[in-house]
């Protein structure tokens, strides 16, 4: 026989989980996401000791990879089909845009892995699922802030001098954080749901890269089809960033269109993560 | 006295691939939406032949300090079952409430980081679980003690035998304190010993008034540790006057047909061509 009676144990009214059959149409459950807030600095402690334990080089590839696609470009494009950048040499002109669009695409290429690499844990243990992107999009965001202290030295062989419109830098970042993780959790989802995604989205990114203004200004993009480049939620980041670094001109109205895109993104991106959240650990 | 879990009309129906192919990609969706569309106009319905169901109508209560012992043959909806109540996995119907924090180890090592070593590892796997940093500080020492790899605990756990990935996800597991522990045959890797020392652990975790759900297929272990068993059979559950009939008419039916039945077999309350649930 039970000897429960005995132990008199308390039991809350109300269940603390409940399972139900059927789909949500909801946005994350953000109590639940935050009882799990130490799992998620646990993920991007992880992934941060790992890569630096295992090269030496850790830290600097974070560094060499948009210092290196600043160097082909400077000789392809500044040197041989010689764009026209006014006001700013070239090769500062590409590195502070490879260095948000570096973090933009290594965000979203590997949180579009993410869970496929973690079906091991999904498949067994309950947690948010949305913690891993989240994770994986934070740690790139670490590697960011890396590449951006040899901005610094850049800038200043350079001469430029910083303006007030620097302060709008955190903000621009937090902006482009939150898009990347959008897309991240989009491509995340439909990688687990359909596996051809993963072959198509390093296309698709690089596509995306020369749709924005990372190797050309967008000035050289025809006037009449300014609006619809616009509508490139990275053209207005990327301009704009190069802008509060470099004291060249704000864009305002590009800002505000990629603003606007980037909230409907994440906002979309949540719905249908959450949604087909559930059916993760059945179809991985 | 009020149950702690409580399991009504669970269902959870699962789709079989209709191809080999059983990654499914943007093309396959358009085919198969087309295919779909076409269907419907002329009149038949793809749906229903393709899905089986896994677990269905499964009602039971369960009280604080119950050790619930599953048992039932390979592919009988015991491991389905124990994944909707960890909410690794939505049921097809039915509801599930539990009154408690749930922790589960239902594959060991799982969340377990090769490079990391095993101090680290206790802290992540953890975290995985959902205890907090603070809890594992204070329970640093007993988890250790438990695990007896003391000496290994700065070396990366890829160098570790299995036997020791074991003790340490066990230790990790045991010292959770949740208020229902969920173990799915993880106890079949360890020693003589070390089985000897989980189930002692599992007792004490008993009469602290925690509930543990425990499948294995060694009845002896259910017999000694277990006060209640559940039968699931083809996805039907039942459960016998007592541990040992339970376990009786298990072994009785289990000799009289034809062996562990497959993923495939129709549970015996089904009726395929009416399953009209989400999916």
Redesign the interface.
Known sequence: ?????Q?G?S??D??????????VWTLIDLHDVW??S??F??LVW?DL??RY??TILGASWVILQPLLMTVIFVVFLGMIVRVYTPGVPYPLFLYSALLPWTFFSNAVASSSYSLIAAS????????PRVLIPAAVVTVRLSDFVIAFIFLIPLIAYYDVRPTWKLIFLPLLVVQLTLLALGVGLWSAALNV?????GTIIPVLLQLWMFVSPVVYPSSMVPVRWRIVYNFNPLAGLINNFRSSLLGTPFNGWSLAISAVITVVVLVSAVIVFRRVE??F???I | ??P?V?VRGL?KR?HLPRTRNN???????LVGAMKNFFGRLGGRNGEGADSFWALRDVNFDV????VIGIIGPNGAGKSTLL????????????????????G?L??VG??F?P??TGR?NI??NA????M??TEVKRKFDEIIAFSEVEQFLDMQVKYYSSGMYLRLAFAVAVHLEPDVLILDEVLAVGDASFQTKCQEKMREVHSE?RTVFFVSHNMDAIQRIC??VLLINGGVLTEGRGVAATIAEYLGRNSSNQGPNSLRDEPSKTDLAVSA??S
């Open positions: 026989m039970s000897r429960s009676f132990l144990m039991l809350p109300e269940p603390l989980i409940r399972i139900r059959s059927g789909r009882a799990h130490e799992l600095y646990f992880r000791k790992v334990k295992q091991q844990v999904i498949t067994k243990v309950y947690f749901k359909y596996r051809d995604v559930d059916e650990a059945d179809v | 006295m009020r702690i409580q269902g699962y990654s499914p990609t943007v093309r396959d969706a009280h604080p300090g119950e994944k909707i109540l960890s909410r690794i996995t939505k049921p097809t119907e039915g509801k599930a409430d539990i009154y408690g924090r749930v589960s239902l594959e799982t969340g980081h490079d990391l680290e802290f992540l975290a995985i679980l959902g907090k940093r008034g006060n209640r649930g989400s």
